[in-house]
């Protein structure tokens, strides 16, 4: 399948493209891509929920993060099910440090925080997607078709996330915490790390499961 083409505006946002590395390291590896994926969207839909919980007193915020979970939810079900066709079963792996270390980046006071955290959130989709478009021209034609069907919904969750952020935030200071929150996502993209996750940098040595 030929490479999906991403939004400019996405690939814009992001600091740099995920390395050549770190997509070999995924075809090698693609049974801890899997059970990470599964984990990820296990994760995506719990912060969404965890946002609504703390500041569901805003109905149109609510109503869109219970979209979204949802959404993370159903992906979630569907890689259970590739999952249990490939034969891979569930265990625990460690988390990567990409969203302790994107969260690191997020300031403690309201409505500051609520900003940074939805910025973080646009990170995040915006590089799951950019990762599914870096794997699906490698992928056999099931795991390929699987990925590029979520380029549309991880793209949707990224402008919701980054829309949001600026109607909580006055405009400067939402794009001095883009710029901010970048350069830590470069960072933890580009630099080594031990395991490799769907969202870990560059594999050092041998990364272990």
């Known amino acids: 399948m030929n490479p999906p083409e991403l939004p400019a505006d996405l690939l814009d946002f992001l600091p740099c493209p995920t390395p050549d590395a770190w997509v070999r390291a995924a075809l090698a590896r693609q049974d801890v ?11 995506a839909a719990a ?3 965890s946002l609504i919980a703390r500041y569901g007193q805003d109905a149109e915020l609510s109503a869109a993060l219970s979209k979204l979970a949802r959404e993370e939810l159903v992906h ?14 569930l265990r625990p792996l460690t988390a990567s440090r990409y969203a302790s270390g994107l969260r690191a980046a997020v300031r403690t006071h309201e409505p500051a ?52 952020a600026r109607r909580f ?21 580009e630099s080594p790390d031990a395991e490799f996750r769907f969202h870990s940098g560059c594999p050092a040595g041998g990364a272990a499961a």
Do not use: W
């Open 33 to 43: 891509l899997l059970l990470d994926h599964r984990n990820c969207e296990l994760k």
């Open 47 to 49: 912060t969404a929920m």
């Open 76 to 89: 979630h079900e569907q890689v259970l099910r590739i999952l249990k066709r490939r034969g891979i079963a």
């Open 113 to 164: 925080k609520l900003v940074d955290t939805l910025i973080v959130g646009a990170f995040i989709e915006a590089r799951s997607c950019e990762r599914f478009a870096a794997l699906v021209p490698h992928l056999d034609e099931e795991l390929a078709s699987f990925y590029a069907g979520l380029l549309q919904s991880e793209s949707r969750h990224y402008q919701g996330y980054l829309r949001f």
């Open 169 to 189: 935030g006055e405009a400067r200071d939402v794009e001095r915490s883009v710029v901010r929150i970048r350069e830590a996502e470069r960072e933890l993209i």
